[in-house]
């Protein structure tokens, strides 16, 4: 399963895969992929994966399983540590870029190269 706040992501894949899609925060990706685990999915690929920081890109991709097992204890310190790294992130850097369309787009096209390049 792609959990995914980016469009051109669930343009590309929802035909393929299933996907969770919402218009929302980087933050709320992680938070919808944490309560994820806590049912019983798995990580298949690390929250922040790419040298792009958490505070420099509104959009990720997430890729986890579709089958539900129990509670994986490394998926859920992995997403709580990626919860915390993107808050410190967030607090600590002043980071901050005027987001025109054109950077939105290159935004955009990053993560779905990472995530295409995760799945193939």
């Known amino acids: ?5 980016n469009d051109k992501v669930y343009e ?9 899609y919402k218009d929302c925060s980087f933050r709320e990706v992680l938070l919808y992929v944490r309560d ?6 798995k990580l298949l690929t690390h929250p922040l994966s790419s040298s792009i920081k958490p505070n420099e890109t509104p959009y990720k991709s997430i890729l986890i399983s579709d089958d539900l097992k129990s509670l994986d204890y490394n998926s ?34 990053i993560d779905l190269s990472i995530i295409e390049h995760a799945i193939l």
């Open 12 to 20: 590309k894949f929802k035909d393929d895969y299933s996907i969770y």
């Open 36 to 41: 994820r685990i806590h049912e019983g999915h």
């Open 76 to 109: 859920l310190i992995i997403i709580e540590n990626a919860i915390m790294t993107y808050d410190k992130f967030k607090k600590d850097k002043n980071f901050t870029i005027e987001l025109t369309d054109k950077i939105i787009d290159d935004f955009k096209l």
């Open 1 to 5: 399963m792609i959990v995914t706040n």
